[in-house]
């Protein structure tokens, strides 16, 4: 066992090149038997062990610096830098982050960055006129995204040292698309020599490794460009899921996954045959493909947000369309197959919409194209990693004119407002899908919205309204009932439903026998939801308390924790309201 | 005068390529005219006269769909589709719109975002089994965005016709940047023909046209891939400002200008002498540059925007980055450097920084990164293009932790905030730059901002409190004003210097002797800093008023029209007040 040794990347330079081999192997185990028992991503970090031993081996972190990128393949990285232990435990997130260790550089999650944020580190060490390696460590997934791009575009006029290692593995998280990818091939094919060159066309300079895997022939191939005084690209093939046979097999399951069974390779939990958002509005979806060969819906690498795997891509045929990790690129689309008469839906996750808030104003909103948005993961019950957050889209949502932002409570809600905005045409229409469970309808359901922002009283009470908005629906019943058990009172309930705009007939008339409003809403309360409430009431006697979340980052949370901390237990909300009425 | 008798495309297929010619010269006298008169986008449009006269003879609008990507080289698709005098006279925006004409498919203004909508065009017509050609018509410095690389990307998977023209003129705004331009300088040079080409590698066919402003080679280049069933990119060759010196000589002048003198090139009324927060800024921060080697100015290919023109360009030397049109990796580059120990400065548009709210949250803001943007035109007094408006901004720098947005209301204040912003360590700052002329201050300035979301009281009264954020406060000293005048009620004036929290001291301190609190701010209301100011007074006796924009697109406005249709003139304003407290 060298890997109990091995405390840092100095403890790794110390070892022989047979026992480097070892060490990939060790990795390989502790990778297996943590993400077997917590998930994570298997295939993309059992497919880089070597290259980040390689590289740990040869430059001089944290001196040198490696960027990854998208930093869910720092696996590795991390169990070479001090943090085996904590990794093998759970302690620490799945992402690189600068308060765990020295040898990290950025909180990173989402991809296609680390290209920029490497070029800003290399620029501000020429400004201080330091030297050392700069390394981004980029997966070929992300590079269909437009910051990477970017980032390449501009780090080939940079006129200094910089290593971009592109790690491909012939795999985005579904499969690759994209012209590029072509382009990946035929270099991999001509063992990097043909001359049509993505990379060389960006002005960069160019170096091919076919044996991504092979520990002296990494060594071999860092050490001839460390110190190099020009950005370069090395272009490394490896084998996504190497050293475990059933992630070979099934890229796509393997490269983010529940715990699993080692042996067999089975989730140890069968989620398919749990019910669920996702998998609701695939087989809708499906359905309604059958129907309408004008309806087409588009991921960005995701298709399994609406459980989308090869059987049903394949049923959907040309009316799906995966743009890669490209998502401005994706409204984009969806705003124009719109224009053209057709139906575009859009799954995508809350934390990966944010990267479009420009293509939604403008591409979309502006022209006022009925494209439909579904919003996954959004709020508290989305991603509880720092970097993908998913409570930060009503504030930015809200903000677009045409924009018409749903908010559903429960499944029967929620299919009739998917049923509508397909045949809606009048305005872009999202969705905010709730993530907290799917819950029955306790109360009937509407099958049109287009009278746009129409709250609705789902139980009738006085003194005290509470409305309560998409998943934070069940939070509002709950209130509803502590508050009568303690006080008596019979309170009204409100399922706004529209989360873009305000029902002012039903805000007005319930001021004739209400003295307090309450508005809960799964995001943050600044620029949400209910302070727009509390505007309306601005000039009444009308007292407004809004709940939602604090602005602030928050890492591997536990919902309950992050609920009681903002006060959204029906406890302390019902203390509240007896606090301010005195009751 | 042949010109005068086209009042849609059909009419320009009569023409022989003499009289086409002819054509082109009266089209670049109505464009000098015009432009001269009002101002505009000059160079680009005067380099595709002949492109867009061929591409109207050999395509068949609207059946056939040009897209003008960034739209404002759409001047000649304008006088050529029945909007001649309305052009001359002023009467439409200059961008695309398809309340105009049938031959417009988006209002579009942003760059880099034509691929993708007319990829969506494309893949519409396929799923309806129509045939026409989709051409997407790309400047390129629109080359650099992130967007336009996702859609080259997707669109070379589309499998069915789809033209994409990119006119290269070998100019964006200021001189191009980045890899890319190098790729373009090759192909130019060895007539399309050398191997490594950019296009090619992302997968797509190619076609290069050296003589872009010669009509008979373009009409032929056009047709001979007119109903193509794949996608290709037609690379055509042009001058920018062709048939104006001036405009060939000053490409950057002529990128876009104001009134301008035809016989001399100068602008009717020389703004170099006036005062601007534009040239305030480039001269602070060129003198700091020398105090700090370690300060960097980036830029998003509009240097003008702090003044830094060529000359001031090569003072600033490696201080400077203009990183093209790529509004993602600015951010992301500016965290990079501001991780590295350095002063990133990145000056922008309000408009643009709308493509970057994911940078924004997590390559800058998640990671805490000191960075400094200075956020240009924001608010009402920004650009009144529809494609173009800038008060959307205050929800969405609001809903990002960590970041500190700065509203200075005056001179003295912005300067000291800049320098403040500058020295700053413990988080991004974002100063808003007032857009409603450079005023003196009126109260004593602090030079320290570190205490966060301190108000400042800056006249004492009692009864109402104005808090009058950035460049409305003029506007909340003239209700104050007013408002004494009317009723004889001195009242509290209120500048809250912070966009992005709320004091909540000073904010219970008032409630004493206050009933009642206005908010003023240049931006849309939903979302914004007012309604968490009614949110902090929800559950007490204090009315609020939240004055801001409606949220919705307006478009070529006049802001006395659009003050007024939001009731924010200062009668208005002392009428609401009169109301509420029955004065």
Redesign the interface.
Known sequence: MYIEKINSPEDLKKLSIDQLNVVSEEVRHILLQKLSKYGGHVGPNLGVVEATIAMHYVFNSPIDKIVFDVSHQCYTHKILTGRRDAFINNQESGYTN?RESEHD??????TS?GV?????????????KEKSNIIAFVGDGAL??????????????LGSNMIIVVNDNQWSIAED????Y??LRQLRESNGEC????F?????DYMYVSEGNDIPTLIKAFESIKDIDHPIVIHIHTLKGKGYEFAIKDEEKFHWTFPFNIETGENLIDYSKIESYNGLTGEYLLKKMKEN??L?AITSATPSVISFFAEQRKEAG??F?D??I?E??AV???????????K?VYPVYETFI??S???L???L???NNPALLLVFAAGLYGIPD??HLGF?D???F?????MVYLAPVCKEEYLAMLEWGIKEISHPVAIRVPANGVFPASFPIDDDYSRLNTFRVTKDGTKIAVIAAGSFYQLGESVINALEDKTGIKATLINPRYLTGVDNVLLDAIKANHQLVITLEDG?????F???I??F???S?M????YGLK???IDRYKVADVLKDNRLTDIQIVEDICS?LKL
């Open positions: 600068p550089f950025f909180i990173m999650g989402h960055t920029s944020l490497a070029c800003g580190l290399a620029k501000g060490r020429d400004l201080k269909s995204g437009g910051e990477a791009y970017e980032g390449l575009d501009n780090v080939s006029i698309h994209g012209g590029l072509k382009n001359e049509c060159n993505f060389r066309a960006l002005g960069l060969p004008e087409i040309k009316q369309f743009v890669g490209a401005e690129h984009a689309f969806a705003s124009g197959i719109a224009k053209a008469g057709c575009s944010q990267r808030f420009d293509q104003l403008e591409d909103c502006l022209n720092a970097s930060f009503i504030p930015f809200c903000a677009i004119p045409n943050i309360i600044d620029g949400g209910g302070e727009r509390a505007s009431y601005g000039d006697d007292k407004v308390l809004n602005k602030e980052f301010i």
